[in-house]
């Protein structure tokens, strides 16, 4: 059965959520379980309910919207992403999943599809690592990654537990509850945009998702010594942002001399204290992110800057800590659920083209937890991340449309 698409409406939910922001518009902040964050659930909590799907809140914040199926006693096919997003960012990365998740939804609705197994649209709490500096917590929960116990522990730069701070998301039950067993779904099946620019340069509709990198990150914190930045002499110094600047540079110069094109190094935050432009720095953090499509390569690769983060704060004299806050392997998509994907492509007559993906996305736990797929649409000029984000009516709807005829194959089997 044909299922057509209401890119008006879809577009002008994908609008009003942008108006969810802490940043002047175009540009998008939306931190997990802000007040922001909240808001924006509230609304599409409203949508779902509207879409006549039953809502549920896991303690974690994670939101399950579920369309029943004919056989209840079958694993539900899931599909979904996640709405928070960075600081001064876009209004596609996610949102796109879930809002474009539900319009599938809808879409089969009013097609007359029966669901044979349930189909739930899945919003998952913090996949941006912005708040606890760990991405995807609420799919990391779900599939094991992390325990609630250790979940709990995570503080945020205000000293906030997620063990407290989770509790704004008013689900229900414990944060190890929020554990899925394997196979607790039949399937899972994220839509998102590429955030690079492989599908807009080869002028390809649909990119099939095949592997996904293996993100890490470190955090580094150095302590020197302050002071006046007139009274202290050059001689006395330990100027805390020295190894800082240091170490950045060496990221990225470890990245591009170790790695192939598939190693990626960045220093995202930097941050020195006290931040007075006539005081010596006396304490820098920074948070570094690696990432690879050969998980043994990356490991390489953060070794050296973990030895060189602490090599460089020995040289300038400064208490030097190396954490690693997440080194997770590359996850591997289902292959039948790849040709699945590429029969919907193909049914609506859009070329497809298997990539795989430089970013994480919950579908990197998802595929410990069931089958898992993606299906990624164009970005233009591949930009994410940024308020220049962008994904076009037309290519949004040919990516609902695939996803709808992958839901309608998984969900009648
Ligand atoms: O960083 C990522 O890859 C994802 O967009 N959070
Ligand atoms: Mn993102
Ligand atoms: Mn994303």
Not at 10 to 18: F, G, M
Request: charge should be negative; glycine fraction near 8%; charged fraction near 25%.
């Amino acid at each position: 059965m044909e299922s057509t698409v209401d890119i008006a409406k879809l577009s002008a939910e994908l609008e009003h959520l942008a108006t969810f922001t802490d940043a002047p518009p175009p540009a998008v902040t939306r931190v997990m379980l802000s007040d922001t964050d909240l808001a924006a659930r509230e609304y599409l909590m409203r949508l779902m309910e509207e879409a006549g799907l039953t809502v549920r809140i896991d303690a974690a914040g994670n939101l399950f919207a579920r369309w029943s199926g004919t056989d209840p006693h079958l694993p539900a096919v899931a599909t979904g992403s996640h709405t928070d997003a960075i600081p001064h960012s876009g209004r596609y990365d996610g949102t796109v999943g879930v809002l474009g998740g539900l319009e599938a939804i809808r879409s089969l609705k009013r097609s007359g599809h029966l669901p044979r197994r349930a189909i739930e649209l899945v919003m998952f709490t913090a996949e941006e690592p912005t708040r606890y500096g760990v991405g995807c917590l609420g799919s990391r929960l779900m599939s094991g990654a992390i325990t609630g116990r250790k979940a709990e522990k995570l503080v945020d730069g205000d000293g906030v537990s997620f063990g407290d701070f989770h509790k704004r998301a008013g689900g229900a039950g414990t944060l190890e509850e929020v554990r899925l067993p394997r196979k607790h779904f039949r399937a899972f099946v994220e839509l998102h945009i590429e955030q690079g620019p492989r599908l807009e340069a080869s002028e390809t509709p649909i990119g099939i998702v095949t592997a996904i990198a293996a993100p890490a990150s470190l955090r580094v914190t150095y302590v020197g010594a302050g002071g006046h930045a007139g009274a202290v002499l050059m001689a006395d110094r330990r100027d805390a942002l020295l190894p800082a600047a240091e170490l950045a540079v060496a990221v990225d110069s470890t990245a591009r001399n170790l790695g192939t094109t598939d190693t990626v190094a960045t220093t995202g935050v930097l941050d020195v204290h006290p931040r007075a432009v006539n005081s010596i720095p006396s304490r820098t953090y920074l948070e570094i992110d690696v990432r690879d499509v050969n998980e043994s390569r990356r490991n390489n690769v953060l070794d050296v800057i973990r030895h060189q983060a602490q090599a460089i704060g020995d040289r300038h004299r400064q208490e030097t800590t190396v954490e690693t806050i997440n080194a997770d392997a590359p996850a591997t998509c289902d292959p039948q659920i790849v040709k699945v994907i590429e029969a919907a492509a193909d049914e609506a007559q859009l070329t497809s083209s298997r990539m795989i993906s430089r970013a994480y996305h919950d579908s990197l736990f998802m595929a410990q937890v069931c089958p898992t797929g993606m299906i990624f649409i164009p970005c233009r000029e591949g930009l994410s991340h940024c308020p220049e984000e962008y994904a076009s009516p037309l290519d949004i709807a040919r990516g609902v449309q695939v996803l709808a005829a992958t839901l309608a194959r998984l969900s009648s089997e």
